[in-house]
Nanobody
Framework: QVQLVESGGGSVQAGGSLRLSCEASGIIVSINKMGWFRQAPGKQREMVASITDLGNTNYPVSVKGRFTISRDNAKNTVYLQMNRLRPEDTAVYYC?????????????WGQGTQVTVSS
């Protein structure tokens, strides 16, 4: 079994910063891609950052230059540094890790952490 535990969400004023963390624990053989998604009320879940096992990153235009994803392979942890936050960044943020547990590869999801940005 694999568990993803997120931390770091909260409330901040526009222009502020937050740092999210997501640690994977359990029976983990290997980790490939790691990423962060978000879902605002009434909207579809969208990807906001991803990082491969080689360190290649990808961001949508809406967050590029403001958000930075990083990973610590020794700790099975992925981070999301969010700067210059805007009210439209308000959402529940989920981490996603593509990993191998026992003999199977699959996606694992965090429980979600609320990020609220006030104007």
């Amino acid at each position: 079994q694999v568990q993803l535990v997120e931390s770091g969400g909260g409330s901040v004023q526009a222009g502020g910063s937050l740092r999210l963390s997501c640690e994977a624990s359990g029976i983990i053989v290997s980790i490939n891609k790691m990423g962060w998604f978000r879902q605002a009320p009434g909207k579809q879940r969208e990807m906001v950052a991803s990082i491969t096992d080689l360190g290649n990153t990808n961001y949508p235009v809406s967050v590029k230059g403001r958000f930075t994803i990083s990973r610590d392979n020794a700790k099975n942890t992925v981070y999301l540094q969010m700067n210059r936050l805007r009210p439209e960044d308000t959402a529940v943020y989920y981490c996603n890790i593509f990993l191998k547990s026992l003999s199977r590869w699959g996606d694992s999801w965090g429980q979600g952490t609320q990020v609220t940005v006030s104007s």
